[in-house]
Each structure stands twice: as structure tokens, then as C-alpha cells.
């Protein structure tokens, strides 16, 4: 790892660097020692009158990416029972892998998943690895990710595509960590370059910017997508196998033990409505709140809120679209009194029909748009009801 080193034999104890660090990593123990806080942000190097601190940088060999080729996918299910994630992320690696000519692969592990890996290969997946064994009937941490290291180190892929969910948060950093590779979490758009680096595009700096991460020196290289960003891959011929592996009796034994497994209560999930009404910081009292739960009703659809409405107190978290709440892709949403802050529709620009209604003509969020209603919601709302009921034309 790269980090800053201290001559002592130039280090003539001025004391300049101690103050000057903003992490408090460099002490004075009678020779100066650099300490875990260290960010390597560099500043005391800039402070030392006699050059007695540098950055030792880490001299890494130029990974050889011949070696590696195709996507994988890792396959998210609950007892056989396919998260639709991974079919989005089957889509998306079939499109990146379309540009350099690669295959695209998923790596299964369950007990009794046959039928199910099986299944995937309608959507044109060229090799399905297998590990069907009753040690991977719960997803356990520590044995699935010493699958997941064995099929990495048979497939050499040069990319691994994890669903963001509450399994691919825990897994994908452990086994990316093994191989000692870079890990880029809730990408929202990924490209591919003609050498096979992945363009992970996520937001960063609390969304008000796109970071385009690349991983240019380790492969494989790993990202996490949260569901409902990509569009899922669509069936086709199949042409691909499926290999069953397995793994040796230590690598599956788990030391976690499951005691009990209890049902989790069912919860309000926008993120599965095909249709959304929005009411955002435009709504200001109950009487708002009701005209767009009254809309929500009229279209067989679910109120969604902004953030600064679940701060005010109105709705729960779990009504919350956006980059801190859920990521929605519904047929139709229609945002109401929403300006259209990044935060905001980073969380639903993938959705098919986007109606928006905010009095400010110059309000953001119509340039997210298919269709623009400027004016007053408490006047639209009632219209656009008394439409659906058939009263006006
Ligand atoms: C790290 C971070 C994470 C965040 N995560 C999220 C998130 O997940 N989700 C989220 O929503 N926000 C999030 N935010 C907040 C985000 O930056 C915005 O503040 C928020 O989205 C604004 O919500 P809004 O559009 O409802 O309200 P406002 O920005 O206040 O906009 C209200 C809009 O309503 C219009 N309006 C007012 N009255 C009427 C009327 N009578 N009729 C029609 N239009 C009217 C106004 O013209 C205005 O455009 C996050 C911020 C940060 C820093």
C-alpha cells in the first residue's frame, strides 16, 4: 500500500508537520511516527523544510488483462426464486460485453437450484456455474463467498456484476477483497471501454456530482447495481450450459449458525408499483396530501414522497423515492410539486412516463419529463381527477 514515510536522518525535529496535519496521524514520540489516521492527503510533505517526509508509493505490476474475459453476474435467489435484479444485470452485461466481444456468465449457489439455474439460460447466458450443495441453503456469508472466490479464480472474468441488495452489500466487498480489487458500490450507469474497463458511473458528493470510477490496474472489477436502474435482459435462444461444481468440505462448512428464521412482515415496497404519484415539499398541508393519495386511488397506483416530506413528519422512509430511499421504474409516475433535485431523480429517471406538475416553468424536474403540467397542484390534481372519472374531455 502507498503512504508516507519519514526519513529520520533528514527529519531535524522542527515540529511543522505536526499541527499542519488535518487528521491529527503525524505524532511526536521523540522521532516523528505516522500513525493509522494518516489519509495520505500529503499535506506534510509540503511543510517539511528539509524533505524528510515522502510518499512511498506502492510499485504494482500492470495486471495482464488478456488473462481475464466475460461478465459475470452473480445469481441472487431465495430458495430457487430468481431476484429480479439479476435478470437486470444480465441485461446490462450483455450489452457491455456485446462491445468487446465477451461472454456473459452467472455463478449460482443454493441447494436444490437446478431448475432455476437451468431457467437462465433463456436469456442467453453462455455459462451458468452451479453450486448446488444443502450447505448453501441460506445464504451465508463466509461459505458463499468461498464459492464465489473458486468460480472467479476458474471463470478469470474480467468484470463481476452484484445486485445492490442487502445479500450483494455483504457479499461482493468480501470476495472483491480477496483478489485484492476495487469495488465500486450502487453504480447507476456502467459502460464498457474496448480494453475491458468498466466505466462505473455512480453519484458522489451526496449526488451533486456523476463519478466515473474506473478500476484500470486489478481484475476482476466489481460493481454493485441497485434493482430497477437497468432494464432487464429479454429471453432468447438458448446456446449456453450449465457447469456444477463443487466445494471442498471445509470451504462450505459456515461458522454461522441460523437458529430461527422468521418471515419478515410484509412492507410497503413502491419500488414494485407500476404506478407512483409524488407529492413533494410543493404539497403543504394534509388537504394536498389527500388530493394525491385521492390520484394514487383513481390510477390503481401508490403515493411516493419526496425527502424533505418524510422529514416533515407526513410519510415513513419507506414512501421515499430518491438516492437516500428506493429506486423506482414504474410505468407512469407523476411528480407533484417536486423540484428535481438530483438527489431526487437519480431515484426514478428510469421510469417509462414521467408527468410532472410544479408551478415554476423553470422547475428541473421538466427536463426529466415526457409530459409538462405548469401550474398550481391543488387546481391540476382535482382537474386531472374529475378526467379520470370521465367528467371532462
Ligand atoms: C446526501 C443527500 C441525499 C438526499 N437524498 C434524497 C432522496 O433520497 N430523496 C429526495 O427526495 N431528496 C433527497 N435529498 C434532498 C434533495 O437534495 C432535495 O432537497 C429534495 O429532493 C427536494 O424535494 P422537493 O422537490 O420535494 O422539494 P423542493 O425542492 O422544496 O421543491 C418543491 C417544488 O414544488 C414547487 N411548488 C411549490 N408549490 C407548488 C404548487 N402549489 N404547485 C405546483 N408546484 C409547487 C416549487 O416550484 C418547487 O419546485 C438528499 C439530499 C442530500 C444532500
Same mark, same amino acid.
Given at each position: 500500500?502507498?503512504?508516507?514515510?519519514?526519513?529520520?536522518?533528514?527529519?531535524?525535529?522542527?515540529?511543522?508537520?505536526?499541527?499542519?496535519?488535518?487528521? !491529527?496521524?503525524?505524532?511526536?514520540?521523540?522521532?516523528?511516527?505516522?500513525?493509522?489516521?494518516?489519509?495520505?492527503?500529503?499535506?506534510?510533505?509540503?511543510?517539511?523544510?528539509?524533505?524528510?517526509? /515522502?510518499?512511498?508509493?506502492?510499485?504494482?505490476?500492470?495486471?495482464?488483462?488478456?488473462?481475464?474475459?466475460?461478465?459475470?453476474?452473480?445469481? *441472487?435467489?431465495?430458495?430457487?426464486?430468481?431476484?429480479?435484479?439479476?435478470?437486470?444485470?444480465?441485461?446490462?452485461?450483455?450489452?457491455?460485453?456485446?462491445?468487446?466481444?465477451?461472454?456473459?456468465?452467472?455463478?449460482?449457489?443454493?441447494?436444490?437450484?437446478?431448475?432455476?439455474?437451468?431457467?437462465?439460460?433463456?436469456?442467453?447466458?453462455?455459462?451458468?456455474?452451479?453450486?448446488?450443495?444443502?450447505?448453501?441453503?441460506?445464504?451465508?456469508?463466509?461459505?458463499?463467498? !468461498?464459492?464465489?472466490? *473458486?468460480?472467479?479464480?476458474?471463470?478469470?472474468?474480467?468484470?463481476?456484476?452484484?445486485?445492490?441488495?442487502?445479500?450483494?452489500?455483504?457479499?461482493?466487498?468480501?470476495?472483491?477483497?480477496?483478489?485484492?480489487? =476495487? %469495488?465500486?458500490?450502487?453504480?447507476?450507469?456502467? *459502460?464498457?471501454?474496448?480494453?475491458?474497463?468498466?466505466?462505473?458511473?455512480?453519484?458522489?458528493?451526496?449526488?451533486?456530482?456523476?463519478?466515473?470510477? %474506473?478500476?484500470?490496474?486489478?481484475?476482476?472489477?466489481?460493481?454493485?447495481?441497485?434493482?430497477?436502474?437497468?432494464?432487464?435482459?429479454?429471453?432468447?435462444?438458448?446456446?449456453?450450459?450449465?457447469?456444477?461444481?463443487? +466445494?471442498?468440505?471445509?470451504?462450505?462448512?459456515?461458522?454461522?449458525?441460523?437458529?430461527?428464521?422468521?418471515?419478515?412482515?410484509?412492507?410497503?415496497?413502491?419500488?414494485?408499483?407500476?404506478?407512483?404519484?409524488?407529492?413533494?415539499?410543493?404539497?403543504?398541508? *394534509?388537504?394536498?396530501?389527500?388530493?394525491?393519495?385521492?390520484?394514487?386511488?383513481?390510477?390503481?397506483?401508490?403515493?411516493?414522497?419526496?425527502?424533505?416530506?418524510?422529514?416533515?413528519?407526513?410519510?415513513?422512509?419507506?414512501?421515499?423515492?430518491? %438516492?437516500?430511499?428506493?429506486?423506482?421504474?414504474?410505468?407512469?409516475?407523476?411528480?407533484?410539486?417536486?423540484? =428535481?433535485?438530483?438527489?431526487?431523480?437519480? =431515484?426514478?429517471?428510469? /421510469?417509462?412516463?414521467?408527468?410532472?406538475?410544479?408551478?415554476?416553468?423553470?422547475?428541473?424536474?421538466?427536463?426529466?419529463?415526457?409530459?409538462? +403540467?405548469? #401550474?398550481?397542484?391543488?387546481?391540476?390534481?382535482?382537474?386531472?381527477?374529475?378526467?379520470?372519472? #370521465?367528467?371532462?374531455?
Amino acid at each position: 500500500m502507498s503512504g508516507i514515510v519519514i526519513d529520520h536522518d533528514k527529519c531535524i525535529m522542527c515540529g511543522l508537520c505536526v499541527p499542519s496535519c488535518p487528521f !491529527n496521524a503525524l505524532e511526536d514520540q521523540g522521532k516523528i511516527i505516522v500513525n493509522e489516521n494518516c489519509k495520505v492527503c500529503k499535506i506534510c510533505i509540503g511543510v517539511c523544510p528539509t524533505g524528510a517526509i /515522502s510518499l512511498q508509493e506502492e510499485i504494482k505490476e500492470a495486471v495482464d488483462k488478456s488473462i481475464y474475459s466475460g461478465i459475470l453476474v452473480f445469481v *441472487e435467489h431465495f430458495d430457487g426464486e430468481i431476484h429480479p435484479v439479476t435478470i437486470e444485470l444480465i441485461g446490462k452485461a450483455q450489452q457491455l460485453a456485446k462491445t468487446i466481444n465477451e461472454k456473459v456468465n452467472c455463478l449460482m449457489i443454493g441447494s436444490d437450484i437446478q431448475e432455476s439455474a437451468d431457467s437462465l439460460l433463456d436469456y442467453g447466458v453462455s455459462e451458468v456455474i452451479v453450486y448446488d450443495d444443502p450447505a448453501f441453503k441460506y445464504f451465508k456469508v463466509d461459505n458463499y463467498a !468461498n464459492a464465489f472466490e *473458486e468460480a472467479i479464480k476458474y471463470l478469470n472474468p474480467s468484470s463481476v456484476l452484484v445486485g445492490a441488495t442487502t445479500t450483494g452489500r455483504s457479499l461482493a466487498p468480501r470476495v472483491a477483497t480477496r483478489f485484492r480489487t =476495487g %469495488l465500486t458500490a450502487d453504480c447507476t450507469v456502467l *459502460e464498457m471501454r474496448d480494453n475491458s474497463d468498466l466505466v462505473q458511473i455512480r453519484p458522489a458528493f451526496g449526488g451533486n456530482i456523476m463519478a466515473q470510477i %474506473l478500476t484500470t490496474n486489478s481484475r476482476p472489477q466489481f460493481a454493485t447495481v441497485r434493482p430497477k436502474v437497468m432494464d432487464a435482459a429479454l429471453k432468447q435462444s438458448r446456446f449456453g450450459t450449465l457447469t456444477h461444481k463443487t +466445494l471442498d468440505p471445509i470451504r462450505r462448512a459456515s461458522k454461522i449458525k441460523i437458529n430461527e428464521i422468521f418471515e419478515k412482515a410484509s412492507e410497503l415496497d413502491i419500488s414494485s408499483a407500476e404506478v407512483l404519484v409524488v407529492a413533494g415539499n410543493g404539497i403543504k398541508d *394534509e388537504a394536498g396530501f389527500a388530493l394525491c393519495e385521492d390520484l394514487a386511488k383513481a390510477l390503481n397506483g401508490t403515493l411516493a414522497v419526496t425527502r424533505p416530506v418524510v422529514e416533515r413528519g407526513y410519510y415513513s422512509y419507506l414512501h421515499q423515492i430518491g %438516492l437516500s430511499g428506493r429506486t423506482v421504474k414504474p410505468k407512469l409516475i407523476i411528480n407533484c410539486g417536486i423540484s =428535481g433535485a438530483i438527489q431526487y431523480t437519480a =431515484g426514478m429517471n428510469q /421510469s417509462e412516463m414521467i408527468v410532472s406538475i410544479n408551478s415554476d416553468e423553470n422547475a428541473e424536474i421538466f427536463k426529466h419529463s415526457d409530459i409538462k +403540467l405548469v #401550474g398550481d397542484v391543488y387546481e391540476i390534481i382535482p382537474e386531472l381527477l374529475a378526467q379520470i372519472k #370521465g367528467g371532462h374531455n
